[in-house]
């Protein structure tokens, strides 16, 4: 603590006391007793004057000192806050929205982008509503609605990718509360479609399973005595009308043919792959199913890449599966018209060949339970054929997929590994 302020009162009131006594000494000749006596009582008042006032700017500046050391301290926490904000928004995994009381995007972290492919800009252009499926849109509406009332909501929903797909996206829709208002909204969103996908699959699996050990069962016991039957109809044939005999040995033959794909529903078989040309193994094919698709009036076109890889195989199987996709377009074809089966690499990894119909197609709802046991679209289906089919696919790597039209055709994409 300086001495400044009693310095300066003390030369203040030396002067102001030596003003005095000159004054009187110079009037009446010599300076009175009492000046001293006054001289020496305030000395001590003037002297705790300039005490208290160095400590009052002693004080005051340690205060300011305080003050600005408390307000960098306050700065540099709020500014480390900030940054661990952003860190947290701008590096999470999961893409976060955040959005006003009228729903428009405000920002956007990074991971936003992967989610639907649209860049953060396009984002910002675009209504929100307008990429969620409209028949999630009102339940959408009611929880972010909740969530503005200060209801941290969660829900799921699909959306529309840039690219048309349709994605299940998980939303946590959180209110920012300031001074208990709700001013904004954060919603967190994460794409769960190949969980889904994935769960499915395991759904299907368990399934097969089920199926796979029923059927083994079943095929065995009923093989048997079915051979026999049919043996014996072939003994009496004579003894039977020829139209129930044929009624009969054809049902018997379905029959079989049930039993048959129940066997490749069972447990795995021992395969032996090999390398084999595709285009060899579909030029067989067609060979074999032309006859029939010209007695139907139907033409098969088959096209190819140039210099076709080879793939790892199971040639029988493989016949199997694509004699069954040409019939089902060629069934799907009553009067007529073309098939197209294209066989093309993608990025020297896989081998796509489809089957391009020009048949009646399929209703979209029942494209997904084509591949179910026991479901068809034929009168005299079976319901295994396309499930036999995918498992053989399956058990070679690949992936079987099916799209079509109303009225304009059906396309069944097989892809195989090189």
Known sequence: ????????????????????????????????????????????????????????????QKLQKTEKELNELLEKRLEESEQRFKSLFVHHSEPIFTFNLDQKLIEANPAAENLLGFTINEFREKEWASIIDPEDLDRYKEHYLDAIEGKSQELTVSMIH??????????????????????????????????IVAEEMLRRSDKLAVIGQLAAGVAHEIRNPLTIV??????????????????????????????????????????????????????SIISFLESQANLKDIQINLQFDNQMPFIKCEENQLKQVFIN???????????????????????????????????????????????????????????????????????HSGTLNITSQMNKGTTVEVCLPI
Not at 166 to 184: A, L, M, N, S
Not at 250 to 256: A, F, G, H, P, Y
Not at 335 to 363: C, F, R
């Open 1 to 60: 603590m300086k001495y400044t302020g009693r310095i300066s009162i003390m030369v203040i009131y030396v002067v102001v006391s030596a003003s005095f006594k000159i004054s009187d000494y110079l009037e009446l000749g010599y300076v009175p007793i009492y000046e001293f006596i006054l001289s020496a009582i305030w000395i001590y008042p003037a002297w705790l004057c300039g005490l208290y006032f160095d400590k009052y700017r002693y004080y005051a």
């Open 162 to 195: 840039k690219d048309g797909d349709k994605r299940v996206i998980t939303i946590k829709i959180i209110p920012i509360i300031i001074d208990d208002q709700c001013i904004g909204i954060y919603e967190i969103a994460k794409d769960i479609t190949e969980s």
């Open 230 to 283: 049919k043996g014996f109809i072939q003994i009496i044939e004579s003894d039977i009308d020829r139209n129930y005999q044929e009624l009969m040995l054809s049902e018997l033959d379905r029959i079989n043919q049930i039993v048959s794909e129940l066997l490749v529903l069972s447990k795995p078989q021992v395969i032996k792959y090999e390398i084999k040309d595709i285009e060899n193994i579909l030029n």
């Open 325 to 395: 996709l040409i019939k089902n377009a060629m069934e799907a074809m009553p009067d007529g018209g073309e098939i197209t089966v294209k066989a093309t690499t993608n990025h020297n990894q896989m081998i796509s060949i489809q089957v391009i119909d020009e048949g009646i197609g399929i209703e979209e709802d029942k494209i997904p339970k084509l591949l179910e046991p026991f479901y068809t679209t034929k009168e005299d289906g079976t319901g295994l054929g396309l499930m036999v089919c995918q498992r053989i696919i399956e058990q």
